[in-house]
């Protein structure tokens, strides 16, 4: 009898062993489940505040989680910079940044007082005008100096809107100098056709470079090495061949007649052609630029002035 006992008290013991094992291998499959989950992005919104009753815990923080989740959280000072906390001692419109976890976001607190405002304006990240006034004014338009590879746009608001300098202001204002980046047209020709035509940033090199395929002929490139080439003006650049011969074909047409043909180097320029001279014609140009190489056949049209 005891033995049965004991048999019954061992599997008893043998099954809470199982049980025990097989909880924790859940708890640790669920842990590593909650491992996968790691922030992608935080998100604040602007916030208002009045001038000496500054709550930063009112600041709500959305964080985004990788499988799409969300928790919103409140601020603390600790995310914040210390100068960007002293900022918020001052009245006017002021951007922080929000660091969580490594992931950080800008935003801007406007601190109001109501006999007291203030005046920001930023250029290319620079203090232009911090000033803090009682009365209301109108603003005078700074000058704004050129920016390599930039176009000036206007002055907008924190709330990126173009702002009105016809207008008077009384409350805190706060302007940046928007600026778009230049684009360069990079213009691909074989020869007279046009193959394509790229949009490029200015000073950022091509990504993607066409290149040609024509019977008998082997391309070479383009008459510009465009590999890391930063572009910061529009370029036209004309394919480049070999062929068997090594040379070239260029026929001068003068009113719908054959003129001049001459065959030369492939990639070298066309030279000692004479204008025609035709009777109550007066020569202008050829319609392709001679100084230019030629690295394919080509026919060249006279031009007459009307």
């Given at each position: 009898?005891?033995?049965?006992?004991?048999?019954?008290?061992?599997?008893?013991?043998?099954?809470?062993?199982?049980?025990?094992?097989?909880?924790?291998?859940?708890?640790?499959?669920?842990?590593?489940?909650?491992?996968?989950?790691?922030?992608?992005?935080?998100?604040?919104?602007?916030?208002?505040?009045?001038?000496?009753?500054?709550?930063?815990?009112?600041?709500?923080?959305?964080?985004?989680?990788?499988?799409?989740?969300?928790?919103?959280?409140?601020?603390?000072?600790?995310?914040?910079?210390?100068?960007?906390?002293?900022?918020?001692?001052?009245?006017?419109?002021?951007?922080?940044?929000?660091?969580?976890?490594?992931?950080?976001?800008?935003?801007?607190?406007?601190?109001?007082?109501?006999?007291?405002?203030?005046?920001?304006?930023?250029?290319?990240?620079?203090v232009y005008l911090c000033e803090d006034y009682e009365n209301s004014i109108m603003l005078t338009e700074p000058d704004v100096k050129e920016k390599e590879g930039y176009n000036f746009i206007a002055f907008y608001t924190y709330e990126n809107k173009p702002f009105d300098f016809s207008q008077e202001i009384s409350s805190n204002t706060y302007l940046y100098a928007f600026y778009e980046q230049k684009m360069c047209k990079v213009k691909f020709m074989d020869g007279e056709e046009c193959i394509t035509i790229i949009d490029v940033a200015y000073g950022e090199a091509l990504s993607n470079i066409p290149e040609v395929v024509k019977d008998g002929y082997i391309f070479m490139g383009w008459s510009i090495e465009l590999n890391n080439y930063p572009v910061k003006e529009d370029l036209i650049v004309y394919a480049k061949y070999n062929n068997t011969s090594g040379m070239v074909h260029v026929t001068f047409m003068v009113l719908g007649e054959v003129y001049q043909e001459i065959d030369i180097d492939y990639g070298s320029y066309i030279k000692n052609i004479n204008p025609p001279e035709i009777m109550d014609k007066e020569f202008v140009s050829w319609d392709k630029n001679l100084n230019e190489p030629i690295f394919s056949d080509v026919v060249i049209n006279a031009v007459f002035k009307d």
């Open positions: 009898m005891n033995n049965l006992n004991n048999l019954n008290n061992l599997n008893n013991l043998k099954n809470i062993i199982f049980l025990f094992i097989f909880l924790l291998s859940l708890f640790s499959f669920v842990a590593c489940k909650n491992d996968d989950k790691y922030i992608t992005s935080i998100q604040a919104s602007n916030i208002d505040f009045t001038y000496g009753d500054v709550d930063i815990t009112k600041l709500k923080i959305n964080i985004t989680y990788s499988d799409n989740s969300h928790e919103v959280i409140n601020c603390k000072k600790e995310y914040l910079k210390s100068s960007d906390l002293n900022s918020l001692k001052n009245v006017g419109i002021h951007k922080v940044t929000i660091n969580y976890n490594d992931f950080t976001t800008d935003i801007f607190v406007n601190i109001i007082k109501d006999d007291l405002y203030n005046v920001t304006i930023i250029i290319d990240d620079e």
